[in-house]
């Protein structure tokens, strides 16, 4: 099972909202509405952003939104912020023997 | 508050083995599903393994079956991840999480693991 694809990195200025992108099959991404988000701080624990394609959970920011078409899944930050820069990571359930499988991560540089 | 924190990790010689602990508190630990995830040094995240509520099914990524086994003892509100055989390439940061709707929605600090003669 090969980790999911998401551009190395992606970077905006305060104030504009960019999109990650997080690439799949059809056994994981485009078969199951299980595709999570995470935000990563260097040095820090992963953070839960979304879940369930689209979901946000309680406390993270509703600048954070989720989406998902085909084998594609999306992140979107809207008024970016300087505490935003970090590295993302997607994950998605998968039909394989890996159960989950999670993505190659995006570093977002706030410019 | 939920709190995840780990222990057990270390230096260890490849064939060697190690037990990784996760204690709980802050919520319900035994009506939750728990994984292990590892971060591998400048590397991307790898769910590890998985356990449900009652410990009755276990599943793991493939690299790590027949060498790691998770467990869980609901009255100590504790995860494990006994790791045999360990190999250079499980050098890594692992975390424990608490897995709901397939996502992991609380993560411990993390603790460290190298692998290295």
């Known amino acids: 099972q090969s980790a999911l694809t998401q551009p190395a990195s992606v970077s905006g200025s305060p104030g504009q909202s960019i999109t990650l992108s ?9 078969g199951y509405n299980y595709v999570s988000w995470y935000q990563q701080h260097p040095g820090k624990a992963p953070k839960l952003m979304i879940y369930g394609v689209s979901n946000r959970p309680s406390g993270v920011s509703n600048r954070f939104s989720g989406s998902k078409s085909g084998n594609t899944a999306s992140l ?25 499988v999670f993505g ?8 | 508050e939920v ?11 490849p064939g060697g083995s190690l ?50 086994t998770i467990s869980r003892d609901n009255a100590e509100n504790s995860l494990y991840l006994l790791m045999n055989y360990l190999r250079v390439e499980d050098t890594a940061v692992y975390y424990c999480a608490s897995w709901t709707y397939h996502s992991g929605d ?12």
């Open chain 1, 22 to 30: 997080c690439t799949g099959t059809s056994s994981d991404v485009g």
């Open chain 1, 76 to 100: 979107t930050i809207s008024g970016l912020q300087a505490e935003d820069e970090a590295d993302y990571y997607c994950s998605s359930f998968t039909r394989s023997s890996t159960f989950y």
């Open chain 1, 104 to 111: 190659t991560g995006t570093k977002v540089t706030v410019l």
């Open chain 2, 3 to 13: 709190q995840l924190v780990e222990s057990g990790g270390g230096l260890v010689q």
């Open chain 2, 19 to 68: 037990r990784l602990s996760c204690a709980a508190s802050g919520f319900t630990f035994s009506t939750h599903w728990m994984s292990w995830v590892r971060q591998a040094p400048g590397k991307g995240l790898e769910w590890v393994a998985n356990i449900n509520q009652d410990g009755s099914e276990k599943y793991y990524v493939d690299s790590v079956k027949g060498r790691f």
């Open chain 2, 106 to 117: 609380h993560w411990g600090q993390g603790t460290v693991v190298t692998v290295s003669s």
